[in-house]
């Protein structure tokens, strides 16, 4: 990479986290790439006693993005923080109701929860650490899937 390639380091950029239309930031025309890296997941306490596993930057991002792209396994670490939040859901109903709720199996059954709040736009890269179940999944719900090579 050429010195003049990269960014400037005096260009103020918006922030993300800054109030909807403060700072620049312009939530309308915003993208999130989602890598193959770890979601991490945090833990808060709510007023009820009870925990809850999520990341609300995560989150706050990904409420905040318009278009939402995983790069190859990204798609992969999408599903399984999904996953994760849908099991806690169950736990969590089970915890209240009186009659037992399974725990699904993530990998063979389709997830209402997945349905319009989850799904990325775009799934793209090589593909090679895609995993199948997650391929498959994605496909059921039509997600574009584009190799790139």
Request: aromatic residues 8%; negative net charge.
């Amino acid at each position: 990479m050429r010195p003049r390639d990269l960014p400037n380091p005096t260009v103020r950029y918006a922030s993300p986290f800054s109030a909807r239309g403060g700072g620049g930031w312009n939530a309308s025309t915003s993208a999130l790439v989602i890598l193959n890296s770890p979601i991490a997941m945090t833990t808060t306490l709510s007023s009820s006693s009870s925990s809850s596993t999520k990341n609300d930057v995560f989150e706050h991002l990904w409420n905040q993005s318009t278009y939402r792209v995983c790069a190859d396994g990204g798609a992969n670490r999408l599903y399984d923080y999904c996953s994760c939040q849908q099991r806690q859901e169950q736990q969590e109903q089970q915890s209240s109701s009186s009659l037992p709720l399974p725990l699904s199996d993530h990998d063979d059954q389709d997830n209402n929860s997945f349905d319009s709040v989850w799904l990325p736009n775009l799934i793209t890269g090589d593909l090679d650490s895609l995993r199948p179940a997650v391929r498959d999944f994605y496909q059921r719900h039509d997600v574009p899937i584009v190799r790139d090579d």
